[in-house]
Structure formats: C-alpha cells, structure tokens
C-alpha cells in the first residue's frame, strides 16, 4: 500500500477543471510537498511544489492555470488544475518529503485525461 493515496483525477474536456487531493493516514510529517506527472512514454516531471512555509514554484507549462496547496495539520495537499488541456493527460503522483527522516514518499498516481 502506497504511503499517500491520491483522488480526483478523471476524464474532462479541454477547458474544463479538476481537482487532485493526496492525504495519508500516517503520522508522519512532511516538509516539501508535490505532484508530479509521467505522460506514457515520458519521463516523471515535477509539476507544482510547495514547503512546509507553503512557498510554491511551478512548471513554466502549467503556471497561470494549476495552484498546489496544502493542510499541513491533516497531511494533505491538492492541485486546482484549471483550463486543462490535452498535453496534460498523464498519470499524476503525489510526493511527500519526510520533515524529519528526509525519506521519500509517493502515491499510487491518479489518471488525468483531457479530450479535445
């Protein structure tokens, strides 16, 4: 069973809007927290970002239409993707970087399709 469990991915048309949650069950607690996303026969690429100071960078091709967000309290963070378009169908993985250990944490990954 993977450490974070994500939702809300799914099929949308072009346009339209989603919105990914990553939560754990787990005690621990994270420091820098994200998504990254890994199209079919492409590498896994970071995607958006955001520290334990809730600081935030983003890739330059989602920024203006995607915001990261997290409750440190619950150890959640979500991505708001919104005007998706269909280069961002991939698989979409939530990471987790342990605040005290600095291990490395990952979803299972979530489909997200976006038709044109």
């Known amino acids: 069973q993977a450490d974070l469990v994500e939702s809300g991915g799914g099929l949308v048309q072009a346009g339209g809007s989603l919105r990914l949650s990553c939560k754990t069950e787990k005690i621990t607690r994270y420091s820098d927290m994200a998504w990254y996303r890994q199209a079919p026969g492409s590498q896994r690429d970071l995607v958006a970002r955001?520290?334990?100071?809730?600081?935030?960078n983003y890739a330059d091709s989602v920024k203006g239409r995607f915001t990261i967000s997290r409750d440190s309290a619950e150890n959640s963070v979500y991505l708001q993707m919104n005007n998706l378009e269909p280069g961002d169908t991939a698989i979409y993985y939530c990471?987790?970087?342990?605040?005290?250990?600095?291990?490395?944490?990952w979803g299972q990954g979530t489909q997200v399709t976006v038709s044109s």
């Open positions: 990471y987790a970087k342990g605040r005290w250990s600095g291990a490395n944490y």
């Open positions: 955001i520290t334990i100071d809730s600081l935030t």
